[in-house]
């Protein structure tokens, strides 16, 4: 790729992440409890910091979106029904559940020492349900792909039957459920200001928070196997789209559910201490980045044993466009 073209797709993806920041300072002024901390001091980094969301969130849905087979309406749908599920509904589920009274209810157990007004929560979905369906409209637009006539089949199943279905959805609960609790105990659950932060204990190994889980909190882990159902929903349409090139289409899915989900924890806000952040921001951006490339390998198509998930077809190559 030439200088002049990189030149030209950064501008792009900036004039995205532009559009997407006023998106957010529209769609946040007709909301209560929409960003993060409101004083006036804390104004100016707090829309730097949001700038910085939007342009990682803008290089991605750029990426994911030159990347595809698909073009169009069914394009711009599919992105917009990924992206806003993977950036923001299945993390703002979790946070009804974990940071609000709702959750102690629910058998999630310990409730930390500030808890998230649900008006804050949704204020979330509309405001990044917003910026989904402008970023992505607008990406799809500006990268050429509204009216280009690329030759795909609209089809979600990549030749699966019912029985490799069920046994791959229940393989990717499988790998959500350890990807999550053992970075949960071990990234998360090993930090004080975790600890304190949700009033919990460190019962020693990850067995025993286990085993805690499961006699204390046992709505929790059919919780977790309802919320990787959801990534694999989510997932699936961009899956689909890059199914021709698997290892690029790998990582981008691994980006794709990883960085717009947690990049937002660079943001101040009331209900959650800095360091309790960037904690949370190490242990899930890395577990979903795994887990996603993991799900695009047993999703991209159909496999004829196990010894086949682990051998790549020789399909078309290309080269990532970014």
Excluded: C
Aim: net charge positive; no cysteine; hydrophobic share 55%.
């Amino acid at each position: 790729m030439s200088f002049k073209k990189v030149g030209i797709s950064g501008l792009k993806t900036i004039g995205i992440a532009v559009a997407m920041l006023i998106t957010v300072i529209l769609v946040t002024s007709l909301v209560p409890n929409g960003v993060g901390d409101a004083d006036t001091e804390g104004a100016g980094l707090i829309m730097l910091l949001l700038l910085a969301v939007t342009t990682v969130d803008a290089l991605i849905i750029g990426a994911v979106i030159k990347n595809s087979r698909w073009s169009g309406w069914v394009l711009t749908v599919g992105m917009v029904f990924s992206f806003f599920g993977a950036q923001t509904l299945v993390g703002q589920i979790e946070a009804i559940v974990f940071l609000t009274p709702l959750g102690e209810n629910m058998g999630a157990g310990n409730v930390p020492v500030l808890t998230m007004p649900l008006d804050f929560i949704l204020s979330q979905i509309y405001i990044w349900g917003a910026v989904a369906v402008v970023g992505v409209s607008l990406a799809v637009f500006l990268f050429g792909k509204m009216r280009k006539k690329d030759s795909f089949s609209l089809n979600l199943n990549p030749g699966m039957s019912i029985r490799e279905w069920l046994l791959k959805l229940g393989s990717v609960i499988l790998l959500y459920e350890l990807l999550y609790f053992g970075f949960g105990y071990y990234v998360a659950w090993k930090s004080p200001a975790v600890l304190e932060f949700y009033q919990g204990t460190d019962p020693g190994s990850f067995f025993a928070q286990m085993r805690y889980v499961a006699t204390s909190t046992p709505g929790l882990i059919p919780f977790q196997a309802f919320r990787a159902l959801l990534w694999a929903a989510f997932a699936l349409p961009v899956i689909r789209m890059l199914r021709h090139r698997p290892w690029v289409g790998a990582l981008l899915t691994g980006l794709f559910l990883s960085i717009p989900m947690n990049i937002p924890h660079i943001v101040p806000n009331q209900y959650m201490p800095a360091d309790v952040r960037l904690v949370h921001f190490i242990e899930t951006a890395s577990s979903t980045f795994i887990f996603g490339i993991l799900m695009f390998f047993l999703l991209y198509r159909s496999h004829r044993s196990v010894l086949d998930l682990f051998r790549v077809r020789r399909e078309q190559t290309a080269k990532i466009s970014v």
